[in-house]
């Protein structure tokens, strides 16, 4: 089961045991810094001062509508302070399976799912001793196990069954206290009442902490969950001397973590940043709270723009000169609970409020001294989607309106729709199908009960199956405007293919039988599992007008994301198109910015397309044009949205769909040989182009022109199999 965008930062992690353009001249001018300066920090030791990372979820840079403009145009403030003063790059990519939880770990890590453990995300299900696949929540705090007692493996594992290494060590390790604002799993991700729950984990059981939790949930989420400050030992620490900062234990960091603190919570984090007042302001200057009232996390749902950018700004004027923040999407209604679709009023006005903060945000901090001149800023996104919807019907106002009843007969759907169409897999599969279950998704996992292997009859009969299905589509019409039967697979990829995928971590029992992507019109549940479904739709498929924004799959519009730089160091290159770059290429290019390293193998690059000369390592310069050539194949043969992986996934959906065991068989030994020699090369080029990074070696010129034509030999390989 898997839960759905809005609710995964809210509902999944209680569940978890959780239009252009404005002057750009005036924009610029807003680096200038008036008033009272920020605390300056001693802890970062080059030109950046101060780090503000900022992670929408679901925010375009590309219209979903040719006739509306895009999130981010209708963002002018943000948008142009990110052309203007800095590299705007458009041609990022997110990982597989693309949901919120893994996108994000991605980027803070710099590492692929199979190292940082939610190789299904924003929840999973795995294996106990039964062998009865089990639900849980990809949301928990950094150091949770999948279950404390039926697995107590690290729900972020990493190589050798190790919690992987914190993204705030090498901060807080410099001198750096390091803020977290609703950002996946590194604040308190639920305030439950159980002994497994993030509050009892941290605070203790018993502990007055854990009392709240059970007596009053909500305050409990108000004044323990979202917010966290991992504090540095230095002595202007805001752990230093607050009887409310607790251990922040990493066990399995490389060279060990004691002695470092953390404040956890709003109740602990605000009065610590203000002065002793409760509660911190949004940009607007107002108090933010929860629905009740109550000073601290209003939820993770209402992480608006205002009110993240509140945190950050407190944050940062206050003397943490570090901070990581997650940003809600914008095309939800909260109130309403339900989508919006593009050129929708409500979803303009979102917008609208979102811009307003930025402007405030970015005037806010230039009044402080924090500017372009001094800061690092780092703008990115999770994941794209695909919308589920009709074309919406203009207004006198020049917005769209859509219908957002729920549509029982998906041949008589108004052209104006909005939703996903919600399908019972159990109700599309024919009868006599294995058990199973799957985790909610228009990608869905399955995971068949036993946990058979992937040559098992009934797993490849499910298989077949599962990949011939169709549906009528009520966004699909012929010219004389009829509902059309569209086929439901977009592509099949078992245990072979999610290897090469990056989908496979280190713990055997989380790894999916197989797993669908599918039409991203459609969302698929198992019956009575859930609520996503309208209960007037029963056991049919119908549009289900509460969500209509997908993503997981594999679709252009979900892959394709954006990552805008800002900053000393940072080369003014304004909207880069041509760069091919993905999520795990933003942590080593900030570390190289900062002058900090991490003491793992990163799986991304440096981004030398993004730095000046000036802030690029002398051994990354040497041989600039190799390094760069290497850097773009290696992603090409090792990305989860690469050459390789694209095409290796088209040979694995032929395997899976063959009736012919011999042309199943050889496809998938093929994929074997090919990912094999792959993991080789690109563990080769990764450390390499790391050790030139981080460690100034100079690379081997003869030997990185080797690597490059091996690596084009694999993509050759991998198109010619897909092909055939």
């Not at 001149?373 to 695909?386: K, M, Y």
């Not at 490849?460 to 039967?485: C, F």
């Not at 093929?670 to 080029?685: E, H, P, W, Y």
């Amino acid at each position: 089961m898997n839960l759905r965008p809005s609710l995964a930062r809210s509902l999944a992690r209680f569940l978890a045991l959780a239009l252009l353009p404005a002057s750009v001249a005036g924009l610029t001018a807003l680096g200038v810094s008036a008033g009272k300066s920020a605390p300056s920090s001693s802890c970062l030791t080059g030109s950046v001062k101060h780090v503000i990372y900022l992670q929408f979820d679901n925010t375009h840079f590309t219209r979903d509508r040719p006739n509306v403009a895009s999130d981010l145009e209708q963002m002018p403030h943000l948008l142009n302070f990110l052309q203007a003063n800095g590299t705007l790059f458009t041609n990022d990519h997110t990982i597989l399976i693309s949901h919120t939880a893994g996108g994000i770990l991605s980027s803070l890590t710099g590492l692929y799912p199979d190292r940082q453990g939610q190789t299904v995300s924003n929840s999973y299900d795995y294996y106990p001793s039964t062998k009865l696949p089990r639900f849980t929540s990809s949301f928990k705090y950094w150091t949770n196990p999948v279950d404390p007692v039926l697995n107590t493996l690290p729900n972020m594992i990493t190589d050798g069954q190790k919690t992987t290494p914190a993204p705030w060590v090498p901060y807080t390790r410099a001198g750096c206290d390091f803020g977290g604002v609703a950002t996946a799993n590194i604040e308190l991700e639920n305030a439950n009442k159980f002994a497994t729950g993030d509050v009892a984990q941290i605070f203790g059981n018993p502990s007055p902490q854990l009392s709240e939790a059970t007596n009053n949930p909500a305050l409990a989420q108000a004044d323990f969950v979202g917010i966290a400050i991992h504090c540095s030992q230095a002595t202007d620490s805001k752990c230093a001397g607050n009887t409310s900062a607790k251990p922040d234990l990493l066990r399995d960091e490389p060279r060990g973590y004691d002695g470092f603190n953390a404040l956890y919570g709003a109740k602990y984090v605000d009065p610590a940043i203000t002065g002793g007042n409760p509660c911190v302001n949004d940009t607007a200057g107002q108090p933010i709270t929860d629905p009740a009232g109550n000073c601290g996390f209003p939820g993770f749902d209402a992480m608006l723009a205002k009110n993240t950018l509140g945190y950050v700004q407190q944050m940062q004027t206050s003397g943490v000169p570090v901070t990581y923040a997650y940003i809600s999407d914008a095309h939800d209604n909260h109130t309403f609970s339900r989508a919006s679709g593009p050129g929708e009023a409500d979803y303009v006005a979102q917008l609208k409020a979102y811009d307003d903060a930025f402007a405030a945000f970015f005037q806010n901090l230039a009044g402080k001294g924090i500017d372009r001149s001094n800061t690092l800023f780092v703008v990115t996104v999770d994941e794209g989607d695909h919308v589920a919807g009709g074309i919406g019907t203009p207004q006198p106002d020049a917005s769209l309106a859509y219908s957002h009843n729920t549509c029982t007969d998906l041949s008589a759907c108004p052209t104006n729709q909005l939703g996903e169409i919600s399908a019972n897999i159990n109700g599309l599969l024919p009868a006599g199908e294995p058990g199973f279950d799957i985790h909610f998704d228009d990608a869905p996992a399955f995971y068949v009960n036993g946990q058979p292997g992937r040559m098992d009859p009934t797993v490849r009969k499910l298989e077949r199956d599962t990949g011939n299905l169709s549906s009528l589509d009520p966004y699909v019409r012929n010219s004389a405007g009829t509902v059309q039967t569209v086929p439901l697979t977009a592509a099949l990829a078992d245990t072979v293919e999610e290897q090469t995928l990056h989908m496979v971590n280190t713990d055997p029992n989380r790894t999916p039988t197989f797993t669908w992507f599918a039409n991203p019109d459609f969302f698929f549940q198992t019956a009575g599992s859930f609520h996503f479904n309208n209960p007037t739709c029963g056991g049919n498929a119908c549009v289900n007008p509460k969500f209509a924004w997908n993503h997981g799959d594999i679709q252009a519009e979900i892959g394709n994301t954006w990552v805008g730089m800002v900053g000393p160091g940072v080369k003014n290159a304004g909207i880069d198109a041509t760069t091919w770059t993905d999520h795990t290429n933003l942590r080593p290019t900030i570390l190289t910015l900062l002058g900090l390293r991490d003491d793992y193998q990163s799986d991304g690059r440096v981004l030398i397309e993004a730095l000046d000369t000036s802030a690029t390592p002398q051994s990354l310069i040497a041989h600039r044009e190799t390094v760069r050539r290497l850097g773009a194949i290696y992603e090409q043969v090792n990305a989860s949205f690469g050459q390789f992986s694209m095409d290796t996934l088209i040979a694995s959906t032929k395997a899976l769909r063959s009736t012919d065991e011999s042309v199943y068989s050889s496809i998938e030994d093929s994929i074997t040989s090919l990912t094999t020699q792959r993991d080789a090369l690109a563990g080769r080029i990764k450390v390499a182009l790391s050790s030139a990074a981080f460690d100034g070696q100079a690379l081997n010129e003869q030997q990185a022109k080797a690597w490059i034509a091996q690596a084009q030999s694999l993509l050759d390989q991998a198109k010619a199999l897909a092909a055939s």
